[in-house]
């Protein structure tokens, strides 16, 4: 199974959001429809980046490892 870490922009505030998934399309949707509370008051966003990996514990470290370094809600 692919696993992902990906980079979101909110088009309403230019803010940016880094997450994990295995299935990149259907979370993006998600965000995009307002169902992850962490993100549904800066809808729409606009899918930046983003990396694949075979384990799930490699996409979690990275995605940890990513936020660390830029902070929470940056804005680029």
């Known amino acids: 199974m692919k696993y992902y870490i990906y980079l979101i922009k909110s088009l ?27 993100t ?4 729409p966003f606009k899918l930046i980046g ?7 514990n490699e996409a979690r470290g990275e995605e940890y490892q990513l936020k660390k370094r830029l902070g929470k809600g940056q804005s680029l």
């Open 40 to 43: 549904s008051k800066r809808r």
């Open 12 to 38: 309403k505030d230019n803010h940016y959001y880094i997450g994990q998934t295995n299935n990149l399309e259907k979370r993006l949707a998600q965000h995009n429809e307002g169902k992850v509370k962490s």
């Open 50 to 56: 983003y990396k694949v990996f075979y384990q799930r």
